[in-house]
């Protein structure tokens, strides 16, 4: 299992890193300072999918320590694809960890603030959970939606990490 | 003739005139409020009129980001020249079925009370001019939705048009 850990290099003030994840059609960005690790995985060793426990819970990996919820499912934009390279973002808050399935982790990038933006009010008074909390003018037509996977649980859903994803 | 009743006189005429441009004043200002303009567009077989001073932009629909956990009536957010707008399709609000968009589908960019939005179109017609005694209030045929977010009708010779409420419907779309 390739394993590799992120430097955080992330500056205090004016520049952020992002992971670009890949779903479906979909590119997001996750503040890599949030991302614990990021490994490829062998979905073999998994037993996927695993609905009966929770619709969006895949599995548990490292001696059931370790809940993985498949991000496409929990934001709405459809199963991740489990393919062969299907990568997990471990993410660790408040000595919590779990981590998200999605189909592929495309780079790392430094964005500078300045090309950052706030969601369109009416997009952000509209949202169902705070999962997406700003944007990233990527180019002058792309736009990069900036999540925050831990926002996407539900009081359910929250209860399986704190339960099963204590470090 | 006295110079008291002279001056009555005159009075009087100033007063005539007084009264004339009074009345056209109120005639200009009549005349200024009787036609009004909207933008017509399709949703499904309906057409939509929206005020044309609440129209700021009409684009292509292209590169809509979509944004997670969203309501479905958030399409998603798009970079018109600079602006990000928030893109909204209406017609779940409307109560109106849903038809694969073609390349006729426009982004209405419209704005009221400070809050702007990219409204979807399936087609953009024209802007017509109506004279406002032709609009009626809202037909109790139209349906709970419709009628809830629509400020009138006009009935024209080939269609019906139902001039929408922007204000309404993005005051209740933001909660």
Redesign the interface.
């Known amino acids: 299992m390739l394993d590799f850990r992120l430097k955080n290099t992330e500056a205090i003030a004016e520049v952020i890193q992002l992971v670009l994840v890949e779903i479906g059609k979909?590119t997001?960005a996750v503040r890599a300072s949030n991302v614990k690790r990021l490994q490829q995985i062998n979905l073999n060793e998994l037993e996927l999918p695993n609905r009966g426990i929770h619709p969006a819970l895949s599995a548990y990996v490292y001696s059931n320590d370790l809940p993985i919820f498949d991000l496409g499912q929990l934001?709405?934009?459809g199963s991740t694809n489990y393919q062969a390279e299907s990568q997990l973002l471990i993410i660790e808050q408040a000595n919590r960890r779990a981590g998200f399935l999605v189909d592929q982790a495309q780079e790392v990038v430094q964005v500078e603030l300045d090309e950052l933006?706030l969601?369109?009010?009416?997009?952000e008074?509209?949202?169902?959970?705070p999962?997406?909390w700003a944007?990233w003018?990527k180019s002058?037509?792309?736009?990069?939606?900036l999540?925050e996977p831990t926002e996407?649980f539900t009081i359910e859903e929250w209860q399986i990490v704190i339960n099963k994803g204590s470090r | 003739m006295s110079e008291e009743s002279k001056e009555t006189a005159n009075e009087d005429i100033l007063e005539k005139l007084r009264r004339r441009n009074a009345a056209q004043g109120a005639s200009n200002t009549q005349r200024s409020e009787v036609r009004q303009r909207f933008l017509a567009f399709r949703l499904d077989q309906e057409w939509f009129g929206l005020e044309v001073q609440q129209v700021k932009e009409i684009s292509r629909l292209d590169n809509v980001t979509r944004v997670p956990l969203t309501p479905e009536y958030v399409m998603g957010i798009t970079n018109l020249r600079g602006n990000i707008t928030a893109v909204i399709d209406i017609r779940g609000v409307l109560g109106i079925e849903y038809q694969a968009l073609t390349a006729q589908a426009r982004i209405i960019v419209a704005g009221v009370q400070g809050l702007e939005a990219g409204i979807i179109a399936e087609q953009v017609k024209e802007v017509v001019e109506v004279v406002k005694s032709q609009i009626e209030p809202p037909l109790l045929t139209l349906g709970h939705e419709r009628g809830k977010y629509s400020s009138g009708v006009v009935q024209q010779a080939n269609r019906m048009l139902v001039i929408l409420n922007l204000n309404s419907i993005l005051a209740d779309l933001k909660i």
């Open positions: 979909t997001l934001l709405g934009l933006d969601l369109p009010e009416l997009v008074r509209s949202r169902l959970r999962a997406a944007l003018r002058t037509k792309d736009i990069i939606i999540i996407c």
